[in-house]
């Protein structure tokens, strides 16, 4: 399965506008299926912007619990939180092809930085 930053992105949207609580929270994005949602949850847990985990049955991912954001999952979703600069993010990547993680974070700080003049 391919990581989907757009889904990502969603995951991050979605457990950051709901209250905030330290138990695990089902996360279901609409237009995904839970087997995609559960890969994400746990690579976005693994590159250490979630806590949460994807629950298996039969060795197939059928949910994803998210307890809460990392520093760095906020971090990640203030730079990419406003959709004007996702947007303008995500052309400049489609542009250049595929980019890595930190890639797509550095450029979503940058065009923030130029937003408040710091650039």
Partial sequence: MERDMELVRKILVLVAEEPSSMAPRLIAPEGYT???VAYHVQIMADAG???????????RAVQANIQRL?????????????????KAAKQ????????????????????????????
């Avoid at 985990?53 to 060795?59: C, H, I, L, Y």
């Avoid at 990392?70 to 996702?86: N, Y």
């Fill in 34 to 36: 839970s087997e995609q």
């Fill in 70 to 86: 990392t520093w760095a999952g906020h971090e990640f979703l203030d730079a990419a939180r406003v959709p004007s600069r996702w």
């Fill in 92 to 119: 400049l990547v489609t542009a250049a092809g595929s980019v890595s993680f930190q890639v797509l974070a550095a450029l979503l700080t940058d065009l923030a930085r130029k937003e408040v003049g710091l650039a």
């Fill in 49 to 59: 912007l979630v806590v949460g985990e994807a629950v298996t049955s039969r060795g």
